[in-house]
């Protein structure tokens, strides 16, 4: 390997701008095929695949022995010659004149053959380099850009939020509980109450982070930690919130269309219903939801919660994703501020998928009166005592305000068209999986 100075170390993302040179790449071999005289190796590194051929004389004897003998999944640096090759994805391919093998891997368990989910789920550590997870994490890590990108044009401070909490945000029923020092703590569900305190220091704030639910049921769209992005902003009402939600879809989709193409490619996700993806999105209040579902065949008694199975009908009847606003304030939180013109009413908003992916957003406006939020905390028998620091924001310069939470992993599944929402985190954790 002398002639390793003068040749550039380079990436097959951007291995198109060193044709007919030699170049050096390192990465990990992800499939492999010979004929008597030629090695094909399909090389990874990450940032793409690209075909590397070593012919017999090109290299010497004994490493074209050791590239037959390689195992899928081995380490190694090679040096070739970049060559065009029009039927090549990356439109290149590398032809060989020498490699070193970093380690041999033997036996690496995932073969191109089909493997059931579960084996899969047990291997994520390992599975996070075939293509499928390739194409679905590098779109999320697209979705995560673009909510930082988006909400600091809009003005929005990222304030990040604790993770451990002496009080629950979303309800009692899926608290996470742990000792904190002979006392109690619970992992976060929301940054939300923390966001509001945020947005009367900052005037428009955000968090971005875990957050946790010790959801007991086995769906498609529940994980136990899932990542969400929360803007909370002073003096902005639900018009205005719908609008900022809606313009934060709009940049996402728009963003992973940009910039994701080949990874929605990869997973044969059709890019039609996402470029039909415009503001404004349709509005529908609660009740006009239930019409709706009952005309579907799909009844709800009213006052009753939208399901999953609901919300999938619904988002079902629109091209694009819906907004639900006015569910019934008794089926939401304690901190929701109630409709002045409809009192059993809140003010909020659940933005629902179409494709059948349902709730990606859920917001409201907040009550910022003391009065009124003391006796809806009653009402749904909350303790005032870990949340006295809430109630102090309503009494240093309450302001009308409010705030939505986006859940990335509910985005990231509709945006890649996949079924399940382990496949859009990294390593998920459900009921029945903490491992790896
Ligand atoms: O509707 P949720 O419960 O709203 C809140 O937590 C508010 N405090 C947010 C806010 O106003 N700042 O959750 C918001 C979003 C849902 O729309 C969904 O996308 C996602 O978080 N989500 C989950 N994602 C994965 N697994 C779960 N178990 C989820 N629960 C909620
Ligand atoms: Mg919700």
Redesign the pocket.
């Known amino acids: 390997m002398n002639q390793a100075s003068a040749t550039p170390t380079v990436s097959i993302e951007n291995i198109g701008t060193f044709p007919d040179q030699r170049v050096r790449l390192r990465g990990w071999l992800y499939q492999k095929r010979s004929s008597g005289k030629l090695h094909f190796l399909q090389l990874r590194d990450g940032t793409g695949i690209i075909q590397c051929v070593a012919g017999h004389g090109d290299v010497s004897d004994a490493l074209f022995e050791e590239l037959a003998a390689l195992g899928q999944e081995s380490s190694l640096e090679v040096h070739g010659i970049v060559r065009a090759d029009p039927r090549a994805r990356s439109g290149f391919e590398l032809h060989l004149s020498d490699a070193r093998i970093l380690q041999n891997a033997e036996d690496y368990p995932i073969t191109p053959k089909e493997h059931g989910v579960a084996f899969l789920l047990d291997h994520r550590h390992l599975w996070l380099r075939s293509r499928r997870p390739y194409a679905i994490l590098r779109i999320r890590a697209e979705v995560e850009r673009t909510c930082h990108a988006f909400l600091e044009s809009r003005g929005f401070l990222r304030l990040d939020a604790p993770v451990l909490t002496p009080a629950a ?2 309800g009692t029923t899926t608290l996470f509980e742990t000792e904190y020092f002979g006392g109690r703590a619970y992992l976060t ?4 109450l923390y ?1 509001e305190a945020g947005c009367q220091a900052f005037g428009r704030v955000y968090c971005f982070g875990p ?1 946790f ?1 010790a ?1 007991k049921s086995k769906t498609r ?4 930690e ?1 990542w ?1 992005v ?1 803007p ?1 902003a002073a003096f902005l009402d639900l018009d205005g919130n719908i609008e900022l939600a809606e313009a934060l879809i709009c940049a996402i989709v728009e963003q992973v269309l940009e910039h994701r193409r080949d990874e929605l490619e990869i997973l044969e996700r059709d890019p039609a219903p996402l470029e039909g993806v415009r503001a404004p999105f349709p509005r529908i209040s609660y009740g006009q939801a239930l019409a709706l579902l009952e005309r579907e065949g799909q009844p709800v008694k009213p006052g009753d919660d939208l399901g999953g199975d609901e919300e999938t009908v619904l988002a079902g009847l629109f091209d694009r994703p819906v907004v639900v606003h006015g569910y019934p304030s008794r089926l939401k ?1 304690f901190y929701m501020k109630r409709d002045p013109e409809n009192p059993s009413l809140a003010l909020n908003m ?2 629902l998928a179409p494709e059948g992916y349902g ?6 406006v907040r009550e910022e009166n003391l009065d009124a939020l003391d006796a809806q905390m009653a009402e749904q028998g909350i303790d005032p005592g870990p949340l006295e620091w809430y109630r102090d924001l309503r009494r240093f310069g309450a302001v009308p305000h409010a ?5 990335l ?3 990231v599944t509709w945006i890649s068209g996949v079924h399940h ?1 382990r496949e859009a985190i990294p390593f998920p954790r459900l009921m029945g999986r903490l491992y790896p």
């Open positions: 945000c979303e569900q929301s940054g939300q966001s957050t639910r959801e769209r529940h994980l136990t899932f969400m929360e909370e939180p659940d933005i709730e990606i957003v859920g917001g409201s705030g939505f939470g986006l859940g992993e509910r985005t929402l």
